[in-house]
Every structure is written in C-alpha cells, then in structure tokens.
C-alpha cells in the first residue's frame, strides 16, 4: 500500500537534510614485534609474553575484519566513522588520541580492545569522554571476569562477545537514531493556536512546530480529486480482504487527508507529524498515517507527543513503522490487547510484503471514515515500546502475537491485537500511560542499548 512515486502530493516526503553522525574510534593491541622486543607497556613485557589472546589470535587480521563489517553495517545509516588507522598500544598514545576528541567532539565513540592488559588503558577514556561509548571487547582477550568498570560504566554499551556484529549494529543504529532525531523538525497540529509555536524537546533536542488545525482544514478543504488519487483509492480498495460498512466516497475522503498531509508537512519542513484528530470528521488522516509509518515517517494520532517521538524513534533505531494503540488488558488471561485505527500494513519494513488487511469504519465514526483493520501475523515477535518525555524512560517489552481478535465480540477500534508478554506476572504493571506503540519484531535490545549509551531508564522484561 506504498504512495505513489511521482511528482505529485502522493509522493514520499521527502526528509530535511541533515549532517551524519560523526563516531571516532580505535583498536587496541601491541603488534606482535613490540611484544617480542619485550616493549609492550604491560607487566608481562619482560617475558615477550603474548596475554590473551594469545599469538594466534592475529589482530591485525581481526581489525581489517571488524573494519569491512562496519563499513557494511552504516550503509544506509546518517554516520561516518573516522577510526584510527593503526593500534594504539602506548599510553602517551592513547593521550594524544583523547587530546584530539577534545578538538573533534565526535558524536560518539567505538573503541575495541584485543588485548588483555590494555583494559586499564581504556578506563581513562570512559572516565573523561562525556559522550556515548561502544566497547567492544573481544571474547579471549579478557582473563576471568571482565572488568567491573567496563561493565558498569555509565554511558557504555560494552559488547564482551564472539563476533557479535548484531551487537555492534544496535550501537551504531542508536548514534544514528539520536543525531537523526536532534536534527529533525516535528508539526503538532492542535485544535487551539498554540502557545508557544515553537519548542525543543530536552532529552533529543529535536525542534517542534505547532500550528492550528484551521490550518490543516484549508489545506484538506483546496485538495482536488485527481485521476492519480482516485487510483490510489481503487488500489486500497481492492487489496483489501474485505471493505465493511463504507460508501465510495470514503476512500476518497481518506486519500484526500492524505494529501493534506503530505502538504502541511512540506510547508512547514517536518519530518515527522502529530494531529489532534479526534474530531476532524471527514477529514481524520488514518490512512495517511498507515501510509506514511510504513514508509518510515512517522505520524502521530491525537496531538500525542511521547507517541510521536517513539514512532521517530523507531524509524530510525529499528527501520520499522509501529502502530500506535491504545492499551487493554485481559486479566483472566495476562493477556496485553492493542486497538485503534492507524496501523500501517508495513509491518516488517517499507519493502517487506503487507500484512493483510480488512477496511471498515472508524469505530467512532462521525462520520464513517475508513480505517484499515491490519491482520498481525500469529507467532511474531514483538516490541511494545514507549518514550516519556521529560521522564527520560524508555519502555520496551518483549512479547509474541496471539493473533487479531475479531470484533465483535472484542472491541476497541480497526486494527486489534493480542498479545503474550514475555514473563510479566502481571500484564497491567507495564502500563505507561495512553498511546504506547507496538513494533513487529524483537527489538527490546535495540532499546536497551539506546538506553544504556544515552543514560535513559529502561522498563523491560529483557
């Protein structure tokens, strides 16, 4: 159910452009012949002795490894690494390096260790950069219990693993995902003229836009029916397993706010987008918001701000569209319910296959705008997910779907899904308010590495 590609106003938004990420790094490890002329600035110089891991590990070899991974793993993501390219091994070089990021102020740091008698060498850097840090200590190249104040470091996602390059790409995506967001621009679109217009969010330092929703009305009200619209209506129409209770116009009506969308967003240079829209009759943007959270931009219902930044959030830190709900509980059962009438049918990415889907009316209909009721695929792992802002928390909870109940005899809204919350005692303890937002796929990790590098407190069940 993609947009159009053309040069119309059912083509993507396109986003703000915006500078990368910036991640300095290094590896640490002595070459081999510093070792052997007894140099190495460790206790073991004296015996030309090779710590873990060894003299078979071949670093070297390890670092170029490590290097076309990384190259691989920021394809497509806003950053740029600038790693050292030789080992530092010395500490008069390891001065020199944290000299130069006073001057640089990276983004972010990744540092990885292949030697065991260098951890103590990188405790300085954790100690005096302010920033997010990726540690990547190699399994072997530690003896015993890997250091407390790796472990516990704040700030620190400390990777201690067998080429865990899954590891290391929740990192990487988490710096993306935060340089993003700073840099992008949300519209709140509310029924009041807002006061004040402009604001930044502390925690992303993301700028946010309000403006009226007269505003959205005139725009929705000047939008022409086109041939190319009415397409994108038919297409819907017949892509859906079944079309419950809804005129023709209906669908028009829906590509018509879309439309809207797509322009107030353009004018006012947002990347992402929130409408109080509860009461727009005719003009309600549920499709443009499926549409549009499918393809990664993130839409937001009811003027909800945490909503919005999760779905930004989730954009960027897990490439998926989520669908933002409001929560129920069967208590019978320890069972988490999700409903309402935005879920884009993108589950698994803007180029992954659709979810099936049924259109039918919002429940609350005045009148019956169309929504999309989303078949969520039985057995899939998913992520319920919220950010609190001014909380600084992140919530994410691993589950499994159990399918989408029929309505009757649930309720709800157009789109409804049950789910099993990973060993929750009790389900209704995750409650965090209205509007969290649940993600096809297991992305609690993803989560709790944000939330580790950028000093957020996690509830999960991880």
């Known amino acids: 159910m993609g947009c159009a590609t053309s040069s119309s106003h059912l083509a993507r938004v396109a986003p703000r452009a915006k500078r990368p990420g910036i991640i300095r790094g290094a590896f640490f490890y002595p070459p081999a012949q510093v070792v052997l002329e007894g140099k190495c600035e460790d206790s073991w110089s004296p015996h030309q002795w090779f ?27 806003d950053l740029r ?29 990744l540092l990885v260790n292949f030697w065991n008698s260098f951890s103590p060498k990188l405790r300085p850097i954790l100690e005096a950069y302010p920033g997010p840090i990726i540690l ?57 003229s807002p006061t004040p217009p402009d604001a930044t969010e502390s925690f ?53 706010a879309h439309v809207a969308v797509q322009r107030i967003m353009e004018r006012h240079e947002a990347d992402a987008i929130t409408i109080e829209c509860l009461f727009l ?51 019978e059962n320890n069972q988490y319910f999700a409903s309402h009438c935005t879920c884009t049918t993108r589950l698994h990415g803007p180029t992954e296959p659709e979810a099936p889907y049924m259109l039918r009316p919002f429940f609350h209909q005045m009148p019956k705008t169309m929504a999309l009721d989303v078949q969520w695929p039985t057995g899939e792992a998913v992520t319920l997910c919220k950010y609190q802002t001014g909380k600084n928390t992140l919530d994410a909870w691993r589950g ?28 209704c303890s995750v409650y965090s308010g209205p509007h969290p937002v649940l993600y096809c796929g297991d992305f609690a990790r993803h989560a709790r590495d944000f939330a580790r590098l950028y000093g957020l407190e996690l509830r999960s069940n991880l």
């Open 400 to 427: 499994t779907v159990i399918g989408s109940p029929t309505s009757p005899p649930t309720g709800g809204c157009a789109t409804r899904v049950l789910v099993q919350l990973d060993g929750v005692a009790d389900v």
């Open 204 to 256: 992303f330092r993301l700028s946010i836009h309000s403006v009226p929703a007269a505003e959205f009305n005139t725009l929705y009200d000047e939008v022409a029916v086109t041939e190319e619209m009415q397409a994108l209506a038919g297409r819907i129409r017949r892509r859906a397993r079944r079309v419950m209770d809804l005129k023709d116009e209906a669908a028009l009506d829906a590509v018509r």
């Open 81 to 109: 690494l600038e790693i050292e390219p030789m080992a530092l091994y010395t500490d008069e070089g390891i001065r020199a390096f944290m000299r130069s990021l006073e001057a640089s102020r990276p983004d972010a740091l």
């Open 136 to 192: 990547y200590h190699a399994l072997g190249a530690n003896h015993q219990l890997p250091p407390a104040y790796f472990r516990d470091a704040p700030r620190v996602q400390y990777i201690h693993s067998v080429e865990n390059w899954a590891a290391l790409e929740r990192g990487l995506r988490s710096v993306h995902a935060k340089t993003r967001l700073s840099q992008s621009r949300l519209l709140r679109v509310s029924g009041q």
């Open 281 to 331: 009759k005719h003009r309600k943007p549920c499709l443009s918001f499926a549409l549009n959270n499918g393809n990664l931009i993130a839409c937001g219902c009811e003027n909800h701000l945490d909503a919005t930044l999760t779905l930004m959030l989730g954009a960027s830190l897990f490439g998926r569209g989520g669908f933002q709900h409001n929560p129920e509980f069967d208590t």
């Open 51 to 77: 710590t873990w891991p060894g003299n078979q590990f071949q670093p070297e070899a390890q670092q170029a490894r490590f290097m076309e991974k990384l190259s691989g793993m920021i394809r497509g993501l």
